[in-house]
């Protein structure tokens, strides 16, 4: 018998081209991940992978296993979700998936309320902007942010919420020196994957060439509050934050519209129905905000 463990590090591999991106993706050791494969090669009698200097290899024997261990992969999930859909119990491990300004500047509290209210629910927040596979079971729920909806896969199922926009920030220190005739430059401070956006409109604020460069929202988010500059952020965060001021002049843009997402069979489960109509109603509170209709949180 073929053990079903052996064929998922068998798939992290030649996903990953390594032991070492096989080892990182399940959370193991390098070791583990060379004596599981080890085994399924020992069980089927042929060799999976060729050993090279720049990674592992396939095999043709390993190209044929590996639709098959695919097919496997696809079955286990399947079985996984319609037998979790059927869990109607409010105890248990919810998974959440979502940008991580969303989690520390908006829902946290939120989450913190759901979770007193469901004692018995082991809630998993995965603050990340990494795609989460929900049919593989990587998160039950995922909230995101999305441009089009045309985008979301078909074989998810969207709780629909506000529209979520930006604006551009400035510190209201800066934003009073600048009115009272200062004459130094300010700056865009821009994350560094992302830099100054095409769109942006420098509202009556008269910017520097040269830029502010961060490599994370939160180090933008001090960045602004120090004075370095002007900033775009999500309305929800700049509105929010008593030490910045929207920049006079210019305009709102459109980030996209918040989609709670979930997989066909788990949203049947009881605990994530709570969740998604718990946190549906909670941002459908937050619309001024989200929206940039208001400069209070709700």
Partial sequence: MIDWDDVRYFLAAARGGSVRAAAKSLGVNHATVLRRIGQLEESLGAQMFERLPSGYRLTAAGDEVLELARQMEASSHQLETRVFGRDQSVRGLLRVTLPPPLATHLLMPDFADFARLHPDIEMDIASSGELANLTNREADVAIRVVYDRKTLPLNLHGLKGPEVFGGVYIAHDRLAAWLSGASEPTRWIVISAHGVPDWASQGEVRVARVPFRVTDAEAQIVAVRQGLGITTLPC???????????????????????????????????????????????????????????????
């Fill in 236 to 298: 929800f965060v700049g509105d929010a934050d008593p030490l910045l001021v929207r920049v006079p002049g210019a305009d709102l843009h459109m980030y996209g519209t918040l989609w709670l997402l979930t997989q066909g069979e788990t949203r049947k489960t009881k605990r994530v129905r709570l969740f998604t109509e718990f946190v549906s109603e909670r941002l459908a509170a937050y619309a001024p905000l989200l929206e940039g209709r208001s400069v209070a949180r709700a």
